[in-house]
């Protein structure tokens, strides 16, 4: 087909013969009906095929009991009893709900306020600014296995510089076992994922700030209010998409927690997370795949509420 | 009520599984693997210059390290002149191996895999996901002993596995530090523990020690089971066919927990490498573990001066059966080989203890073939293999002797973990939670 010059022009360069036939149509081309058409049906397909269908597939296999060996025969439907299971006997479940929340309490309070902190500081221009802002983002830049790996010789119980320059290696008195401590591994863990949460925090709501009206501090500045004023009633206010964006981040990032936990111990002994019993019972020698799809169910079900709460809070305040 | 429809659908079953993890995990779980797994596809040097005729078989290979490795390449180089059959080895990650295994098996797998005896073979014997080999083995059977061949064999009383070679979990020593301090090697528990206390006064740890992989405790919880309640109850009890809540493996844990005072702290932070380093640089006296913790010397030196002890007996009616693990690795024929003939025959050269005696002059484990020449043998190889053919009855080792879900990170390495950290807890409540564990796990088929 002769393509129109610009989209605008378009509708008008329509044929007459044509519009008649398909009236309500006749602002659109036919090369605009494909482009629309291919922008609702590829992420229709991208979401049905790769979100829709295996969340329901998920949620069907989590009734099932089938350890992926042999065609769909092998499947023993069990009804909720992996669920059953998963509450009443299964040790690591609720260690694993228990370090989710904390881990997502330890962002919220901790990781991202600091990460804001740091980038408000850095806004002002102090000296040596673009260093340190280098400086902290360089966590982000590597990869978490990475930043297991270091952690890890940080905490390693004899030769870790943590415990050298303590002097709380095992054959001291005061020994801390900061990986192998259930009750301390969490925390070393969280201070090992903040490192890294904190520069992505920094670098998002610095790009955010820089976004800021200047013009709205010098008002500020003219009405006489303090830098503290200016940031908890101006500028805050202002950069609200901004601090939805690292809410959602700081939820999401909670929530799906795998990597140090994982590359540290598999998540056993203190470091129990929900994602890694879905993975330790889905991948293996003889995997359980319904009880894994139970537990994929049930971090569905807790990452779904946020979301929730946060569109049904979205769209009252759009009606209003 | 489903055929051919489920064939169709399991793919995508499959991939919702693995995009249930993708969603959960959504980052660098497998990304430790890649770098190393990345598969390499290399035919045999010696098998392009091998006589034609022969055929051509694939060999999958768990061994992604550099000595095992250079292991694999040199028995497959022996059997490819030997037979002239062309083979191509494809070498993936140890652990992505595993953790893919029964994907692996159901896809389109090598003719022939590198794999380990015990449970772990016959559970995928039972999947029918391999080819059994009893008539390779009605030729080979006279090169290995009846406890490699109880070791092959799969619940249908047929064969299924090639043994290669095996090694025993042992005491490891520095004969140099013993010498020095004027010990001597223990033989029952009281002199072990004896020798424990001198180490401790002169500033040693007596048993290194680290469980942060979270299988090597299970060799403790193996040799100690087996010393006081003997070979078949040990083997019963990983089956399912004796309780977890028997006091027997109670007063395993109570014995292990009086002798924990004399392994390294800290275990469950330190991995089994960082465990033989204090050993090697003789801040622990001694180490339990398989000889492949020799490995870690750090010269040459180093590794000719270690030594290796069998576990001292305990004085039970079952010191004289002198039970120990030494797990068996060899090769299993797959469900569909492209080439089954060349691909027995190539197994029938694998037995032959040439082909061994190549493996196991590069990786230093024992040649599991009667007619291997051992004249090579390193002392360290000596004395294990002493220590072998020393051992009455011969387990795999729990994660290889029971069902891999319930030795897996959610069962016994979080319970032993759990015992750990605190030996003085409630065992009797420690202990009904692994049977309610085992309990809950489906039937296997």
């Known amino acids: 087909?002769?393509?129109?010059?610009?989209?605008?022009?378009?509708?008008?360069?329509?044929?007459?013969?044509?519009?008649?036939?398909?009236?309500?149509?006749?602002?659109?081309?036919?090369?605009?009906?494909?482009?629309?058409?291919?922008?609702?049906?590829?992420?229709?397909?991208?979401?049905?095929?790769?979100i829709l269908l295996p969340t329901l597939l998920s949620i069907i296999?989590?009734?099932?009991?089938?350890?992926?060996?042999?065609?769909?025969?092998?499947?023993?439907?069990?009804?909720?009893?992996?669920y059953y299971n998963l509450v009443v006997n299964y040790q690591s479940f609720w260690p694993a709900v228990a370090h989710n929340v904390i881990w997502l309490i330890f962002f919220l309070c901790i990781a991202t306020p600091l990460g804001m902190f740091?980038?408000?500081?850095?806004?002002?221009?102090?000296?040596?600014?673009?260093?340190?802002?280098?400086?902290?983002?360089?966590?982000?830049?590597?990869?978490?296995?990475?930043?297991?790996?270091?952690?890890?010789?940080?905490?390693?119980?004899?030769?870790?510089?943590?415990?050298?320059?303590?002097?709380?290696?095992?054959?001291?008195?005061?020994?801390?076992?900061?990986?192998?401590?259930?009750?301390?591994?969490?925390?070393?863990?969280?201070?090992?994922?903040?490192?890294?949460?904190?520069?992505?925090?920094?670098?998002?709501?610095?790009?955010?700030?820089?976004?800021?009206?200047?013009?709205?501090?010098?008002?500020?500045?003219?009405?006489?209010?303090?830098?503290?004023?200016?940031?908890?009633?101006?500028?805050?206010?202002?950069?609200r998409p901004i601090n939805i964006v690292i809410l959602v981040i700081t939820i999401i990032e909670s929530l799906r927690a795998f990597d140090l936990a994982f590359i540290i111990n598999k998540g056993i002994n203190g470091l129990e997370l929900l994602s890694i019993l879905v993975t330790n019972n889905i991948i293996g020698e003889s995997p359980e795949i319904g009880f894994g799809s139970a537990i994929a169910v049930v971090l569905l079900l807790v990452a779904v509420g946020p979301i929730i709460l946060y569109l049904s809070r979205a769209l009252q305040e759009e009606e209003q | 009520m489903v055929g051919i429809a489920s064939m169709r659908l399991k793919p995508v079953l499959t991939l919702l599984a693995t995009t249930a993890i993708v969603l959960s995990a959504c980052s660098s779980a497998a990304t430790a693997a890649p770098s190393q797994?990345?598969?390499?596809?290399?035919?045999?040097?010696?098998?392009?210059?091998?006589?034609?005729?022969?055929?051509?078989?694939?060999?999958?290979?768990?061994?992604?390290?550099?000595?095992?490795?250079?292991?694999?390449?040199?028995?497959?180089?022996?059997?490819?002149?030997?037979?002239?059959?062309?083979?191509?080895?494809?070498?993936?990650?140890?652990?992505?191996?595993?953790?893919?295994?029964?994907?692996?098996l159901q896809g389109k797998p090598e003719d022939i895999a590198k794999w380990f005896a015990g449970h772990r073979l016959r559970f995928f014997a039972d999947a029918g996901l391999l080819t059994p080999i009893s008539d390779v083995w009605d030729k080979i059977s006279a090169n290995y002993s009846d406890a490699f061949k109880t070791a092959s064999t799969g619940n249908d009383g047929k064969q299924y596995l090639v043994p290669l070679y095996n090694y025993p979990w042992v005491v490891l020593y520095r004969p140099s530090l013993f010498k020095e301090k004027g010990y001597t090697v223990p033989k029952t528990i009281d002199e072990f523990i004896t020798l424990a206390k001198k180490m401790q006064a002169d500033g040693l740890v007596p048993l290194a020690f680290g469980d942060k992989d979270g299988w090597p405790a299970m060799g403790t919880f193996d040799i100690l089971n087996m010393r006081m309640n003997g070979y078949k109850f040990h083997i019963d009890l990983l089956n399912g066919k004796e309780k977890w809540t028997d006091p027997r493996v109670k007063a395993v844990f109570q014995k292990w927990a009086e002798l924990l005072p004399y392994f390294q702290q800290g275990a469950l932070g330190r991995t089994w490498q960082q465990a033989a380093q204090t050993m090697y640089s003789k801040k622990a006296g001694m180490y339990f573990l398989g000889t492949f913790a020799n490995q870690q010397?750090?010269?040459?030196?180093?590794?000719?001066?270690?030594?290796?002890?069998?576990?001292?007996?305990?004085?039970?009616?079952?010191?004289?059966?002198?039970?120990?693990?030494?797990?068996?690795?060899?090769?299993?024929?797959?469900?569909?080989?492209?080439?089954?003939?060349?691909?027995?025959?190539?197994?029938?050269?694998?037995?032959?203890?040439?082909?061994?005696?190549?493996?196991?002059?590069?990786?230093?484990?024992?040649?599991?073939?009667?007619?291997?020449?051992?004249?090579?043998?390193?002392?360290?190889?000596?004395?294990?293999?002493?220590?072998?053919?020393?051992?009455?009855?011969?387990?795999?080792?729990?994660?290889?002797d029971a069902r891999s879900d319930f030795a897996g990170p959610q069962g016994m390495q979080n319970f032993l973990a759990q015992f750990l950290n605190n030996p003085k807890q409630d065992l009797g409540k420690l202990l009904s939670n692994i049977q309610a564990y085992y309990d809950t796990l489906p039937p296997e088929k």
Not at chain 1, 160 to 165: A, K
Not at chain 2, 322 to 335: E, Q, S, Y
Not at chain 2, 373 to 382: A, C, G, I, M, V
């Open chain 1, 1 to 50: 087909m002769g393509a129109p010059a610009g989209p605008v022009s378009a509708g008008q360069a329509g044929a007459p013969a044509r519009s008649r036939r398909r009236s309500h149509f006749s602002v659109l081309t036919r090369s605009d009906r494909i482009t629309l058409a291919a922008m609702v049906a590829v992420p229709t397909f991208l979401i049905v095929f790769f």
């Open chain 1, 61 to 82: 296999l989590s009734l099932s009991s089938w350890n992926g060996i042999g065609g769909l025969d092998q499947i023993h439907w069990v009804g909720l009893t992996n």
């Open chain 1, 118 to 239: 740091l980038a408000v500081l850095l806004d002002k221009e102090i000296r040596g600014t673009r260093f340190y802002q280098s400086a902290l983002f360089l966590p982000v830049v590597l990869s978490l296995a990475i930043v297991g790996f270091i952690w890890q010789l940080i905490y390693a119980p004899d030769d870790g510089i943590l415990n050298q320059v303590l002097h709380t290696t095992s054959t001291d008195k005061g020994f801390i076992d900061w990986l192998g401590n259930p009750s301390l591994n969490l925390w070393a863990v969280l201070v090992a994922a903040s490192w890294r949460q904190v520069g992505y925090v920094m670098v998002l709501y610095l790009a955010g700030l820089k976004a800021v009206d200047p013009s709205l501090r010098e008002a500020a500045a003219i009405d006489g209010a303090s830098e503290r004023q200016t940031f908890f009633q101006v500028v805050f206010p202002v950069m």
């Open chain 2, 37 to 104: 797994a990345a598969a390499t596809a290399a035919p045999s040097q010696a098998a392009a210059s091998a006589a034609a005729g022969g055929g051509s078989i694939t060999f999958g290979s768990n061994e992604s390290d550099k000595v095992p490795k250079a292991a694999v390449a040199a028995l497959v180089d022996y059997c490819s002149k030997q037979t002239g059959i062309n083979t191509t080895i494809n070498t993936t990650d140890h652990n992505t191996f595993q953790n893919q295994i029964s994907s692996y």
């Open chain 2, 297 to 400: 010397a750090p010269t040459p030196a180093d590794l000719a001066d270690t030594d290796y002890f069998i576990f001292p007996t305990l004085g039970t009616q079952y010191d004289s059966e002198n039970a120990i693990d030494a797990p068996i690795d060899g090769l299993m024929l797959t469900k569909a080989p492209s080439n089954l003939d060349a691909a027995k025959k190539f197994l029938e050269c694998a037995a032959s203890g040439p082909a061994q005696a190549a493996y196991v002059k590069i990786d230093g484990s024992i040649a599991a073939a009667k007619d291997a020449d051992t004249s090579f043998y390193t002392p360290l190889q000596s004395k294990a293999q002493q220590i072998i053919a020393a051992s009455g009855s011969i387990a795999q080792f729990l994660d290889r």
